[in-house]
């Protein structure tokens, strides 16, 4: 099988728990708000998402149909501005403050679910 093939069918096999575990680090977050406990914040490159698309999805980015390439690069934005925008949370002092940026980590988490399933659909067809 060709090699950049293997790396979609991969990615495609992952992307349920891709989402799942954006879903999750949100709500981790909320209880870290909630509890005060500080949040181990990661950066979008080593999450387990990032570091599966850093390593080895994106090198070959251009060799994928325009398609695919045009989703990975609308995903890899909008989940490095995810990432970004969790960490504005320690930048703020008051919970108001925390609460705010919370409610725009979660709509980057949202937006990040309709080209990930996108991706799902176009990535089935090609592979399968």
């Not at 495609?12 to 999750?24: C, D, S, T, V």
């Not at 994928?64 to 703020?92: D, G, M, W």
């Amino acid at each position: 099988m060709d090699h950049s093939l293997q790396e979609l069918r991969t990615l495609l096999e992952r992307i349920e728990l891709i989402i799942a575990q954006h879903i999750n680090y949100v709500d981790r977050l909320k209880k870290s708000l909630r509890s005060g406990e500080a949040f181990p914040h990661k950066k979008c490159t080593e999450c387990a998402f990032g570091k599966l698309l850093y390593s080895e999805v994106w090198p070959n980015k251009d060799q994928y149909p325009l398609e695919i390439a045009s989703l990975l690069e609308t995903i890899e934005r909008l989940h490095c501005n995810f990432h970004q925008k969790a960490f504005e949370i320690e930048s703020v002092a008051t919970q108001e403050e925390k609460l705010k940026i919370l409610k725009e980590v979660e709509e980057y988490s949202m937006s990040l679910l309709n080209p990930l399933l996108s991706l799902k659909a176009v990535l089935k067809k090609v592979i399968e």
